[in-house]
């Protein structure tokens, strides 16, 4: 009897002839600040027509303990379950350029395996750029763009894809396990992390969103629409910054982190982030949006 570890854990659905195509990584699993990676992956599904590549056997690589499947009940009657998938999906930009969408969840188990089977399928289906896509809390305002921090495969390519490339240690996710077995198979890759003011990194962040698939684009040279993440993003630092201007220390805080920033990019600033400040802040912004989503209308229910 087997243990099912020697056999592929993937299933090849369509292998019709791809243009060049880009690998977008959009696992869910680890940090996505402001929801922004995932957003981001769900724009880039919703908004065109996507085909079936190849599945991934989640029974083997997720712990259903951990990531339970979905069970819908209608008037007390099971009417079925939605369990954890990992899919390869299809989809063409707005000039018909393909694109490959590695989404679903993030395995629980046999990284090497999956990272391996990835990378091998990519080259298989004539991949040129893998580009994973993620976002984490920072000490930035909202009231400034959203910069991008990147990990690539090389320095050419991590110097010219995003703003920020720094040295340190840090837990990696399994994007970064298929950037690492892309650069073995000399595949580029560059994974793209949006900077997510830290108290606004609770609630969904369109602008971190809208700041990847743009930064998707210009690393791979890919056209996509970002029109609808846009409109949201301006309407939520509209409702951010009504909340700030009503209270003092938010406001003292948000300027602080504006000095810091515009300091990074070559503005001289002596003043200092305040922690406290913004562990407040993020709290009265859950209870602001929360109050929002119940009324429509902000600060209803203060």
């Known amino acids: 009897m087997t243990d ?11 292998d019709a002839p791809l243009r060049e195509p880009v690998l977008v990584i959009g696992l869910e699993g680890w940090v996505d600040a402001g929801f922004g990676a995932g957003a981001a992956v769900s724009q880039l599904v919703e908004s065109a027509e996507t085909t079936l590549v190849a599945t991934f056997d989640a029974d083997v690589l997720v712990d259903h303990r ?9 008037n007390g009657v099971n009417t079925g379950l ?43 289906l004539g991949v040129r750029l893998a580009v994973g896509l993620g976002a984490y809390p920072a000490p930035v305002p ?34 970064a396990a298929i950037e690492e077995r892309c650069a073995a198979a000399e595949l580029p890759a560059v994974g793209l992390w949006a900077q997510v003011p830290h108290y606004a ?62 300091a990074e990019l070559g503005a001289p600033s002596d003043t200092a982030f305040t922690p406290a400040a913004g562990e407040e802040l993020a709290a009265e912004v859950e209870r602001f949006l929360r109050d929002l989503g119940s009324s429509g209308e902000p600060g209803a229910g203060a």
Do not use: K
């Open 4 to 14: 099912g570890t020697d056999r592929p854990l993937h299933r090849l659905v369509d």
């Open 66 to 74: 951990s990531r339970r499947p979905v069970m819908h009940l209608d």
């Open 82 to 124: 939605t369990w954890p998938a990992i899919e390869l999906l299809r989809r063409q930009d707005l000039d018909g350029r393909d694109l490959l969408l590695l989404t679903g969840t993030e395995p629980d188990i046999r990284w090497r395996a999956f990272t391996a089977e990835v990378v091998e399928l990519a080259v298989r």
């Open 142 to 175: 909202h009231s400034r763009p959203v910069r991008l921090a990147t990990t690539a495969t090389d320095a050419e390519l991590a110097q010219r894809s995003g703003e920020v490339h720094a040295t340190l240690d840090v837990p990696a996710g399994v994007a």
């Open 201 to 262: 990194a609770g609630m969904a962040y369109p602008e971190a969103s809208a700041t990847l698939l743009e930064g998707l684009g210009r690393v791979s040279g890919l056209r996509l629409d970002t029109t609808e993440l846009r409109q949201a993003a301006r309407a939520h630092r509209e409702r951010l910054d009504e909340l700030v201007a009503a209270n003092i220390e938010h406001t003292r805080m948000v300027r602080s982190l504006e000095a810091a920033y515009d």
